[in-house]
C-alpha cells in the first residue's frame, strides 16, 4: 500500500520548529507569518486545544476573521471534535494546511500557495538531521526520492528503532537496489521501494534482512 502524503491528504502536519533552518525553506516560511490574535473567545478555544500562540498568512487572517467560518470552528471544538479532523472539516475547501508544534504549543495557519508548499518537502528538510542526531549518518540519497519517501524514511528510523538496531550506522537510498541490503554497517534501501511502499512494508524488510546476520 502506497503511503500519502500527510500534509496534502489531512491537510495538517505536525512539525517541529526547532529542526528547521530559519534561513531557508520551511523555517524561513514560519519567520515570516504574523501572530494571529482574534477575539477573545476563540482563543479560548485554541487553547483548549492546547495552542497557546496563533499564526496565519494573510489570506489564513481573512478566513479567521469571517465569523461564519470561525463559528463552525468553534462549535465543532466545543463539541469535542479533535482539532486536525475540526480544521480539515472547516477550511479543506480554502486549501488552507495547520502546522502544529506541541512542544512549543503552537501553530501556523498556511493558505498561500507561496506558503504552503514548501511543507511539500518538510520531512526532507528535517530527515537528515534527525538521523545525525541519532547517530546515522545519510551517507547516499537518490534524487528520484518523492516527498513521500522522505515522510516514510521519518516514520520508520524513529529513535526506538535506530537504538534497538545500533548496528545500521549509515543508511543509502539506491536507484540500482530493489529491495534492502545490509552490508559493512550500511543499510541500503532501493528508491522505488522507498516512495512505493508503506513504512510498515519498508520495516518489516529491513527487519528479515537484518534477522539474517
Same mark, same amino acid.
Given at each position: 500500500?502506497?503511503?500519502? !502524503?500527510?500534509?496534502?491528504?489531512?491537510?495538517?502536519?505536525?512539525?517541529?520548529? $526547532?529542526?528547521?533552518?530559519?534561513?531557508? *525553506?520551511?523555517?524561513?516560511?514560519? $519567520?515570516? +507569518?504574523?501572530?494571529?490574535?482574534?477575539?477573545?473567545?476563540?482563543?479560548?478555544?485554541?487553547?483548549?486545544?492546547?495552542?497557546?500562540?496563533?499564526?496565519?498568512?494573510?489570506?489564513? /487572517?481573512?478566513?479567521?476573521?469571517?465569523?461564519?467560518?470561525?463559528?463552525?470552528?468553534?462549535?465543532?471544538?466545543?463539541? *469535542?471534535?479533535?482539532?486536525?479532523?475540526?480544521?480539515?472539516?472547516?477550511?479543506?475547501?480554502?486549501?488552507?494546511?495547520?502546522?502544529?508544534?506541541?512542544?512549543?504549543?503552537?501553530?501556523?495557519? &498556511?493558505?498561500?500557495?507561496?506558503?504552503?508548499?514548501?511543507? +511539500?518537502?518538510?520531512?526532507?528538510?528535517?530527515?537528515?538531521?534527525?538521523?545525525?542526531?541519532? *547517530?546515522?549518518?545519510?551517507?547516499?540519497?537518490?534524487? /528520484?526520492?518523492?516527498?513521500?519517501?522522505? /515522510?516514510? &524514511?521519518?516514520?520508520?528510523?524513529?529513535?526506538?528503532?535506530?537504538?534497538?538496531?545500533?548496528?545500521?550506522?549509515?543508511?543509502?537510498?539506491?536507484?540500482? !537496489?530493489?529491495?534492502?541490503?545490509?552490508?559493512?554497517?550500511?543499510? $541500503?534501501?532501493?528508491?522505488? &521501494?522507498?516512495?512505493?511502499?508503506?513504512?510498515?512494508?519498508?520495516? /518489516?524488510?529491513?527487519?528479515?534482512? !537484518? $534477522?539474517?546476520?
Amino acid at each position: 500500500m502506497i503511503s500519502k !502524503l500527510r500534509v496534502e491528504h489531512y491537510r495538517w502536519l505536525e512539525i517541529e520548529v $526547532s529542526r528547521l533552518n530559519p534561513l531557508i *525553506g520551511c523555517g524561513l516560511v514560519l $519567520s515570516k +507569518i504574523p501572530r494571529f490574535y482574534g477575539s477573545e473567545s476563540f482563543h479560548r478555544v485554541i487553547e483548549g486545544y492546547r495552542i497557546k500562540k496563533l499564526y496565519a498568512d494573510r489570506i489564513s /487572517q481573512k478566513l479567521l476573521n469571517n465569523e461564519n467560518i470561525v463559528e463552525i470552528f468553534c462549535k465543532n471544538a466545543l463539541s *469535542g471534535i479533535p482539532l486536525g479532523e475540526n480544521f480539515r472539516t472547516v477550511f479543506y475547501n480554502y486549501h488552507a494546511i495547520l502546522l502544529i508544534d506541541k512542544h512549543v504549543e503552537s501553530a501556523w495557519i &498556511l493558505t498561500e500557495a507561496e506558503n504552503r508548499l514548501p511543507f +511539500i518537502n518538510y520531512y526532507k528538510e528535517i530527515v537528515p538531521k534527525v538521523l545525525k542526531e541519532f *547517530g546515522v549518518i545519510l551517507s547516499s540519497i537518490h534524487p /528520484q526520492v518523492l516527498p513521500v519517501g522522505w /515522510q516514510n &524514511l521519518y516514520d520508520v528510523f524513529d529513535e526506538k528503532f535506530i537504538k534497538t538496531h545500533s548496528e545500521i550506522k549509515a543508511l543509502e537510498i539506491l536507484s540500482t !537496489l530493489t529491495d534492502i541490503r545490509y552490508r559493512n554497517y550500511v543499510l $541500503s534501501i532501493g528508491v522505488n &521501494l522507498l516512495n512505493l511502499s508503506s513504512p510498515e512494508i519498508i520495516k /518489516q524488510k529491513i527487519l528479515e534482512v !537484518l $534477522s539474517e546476520l
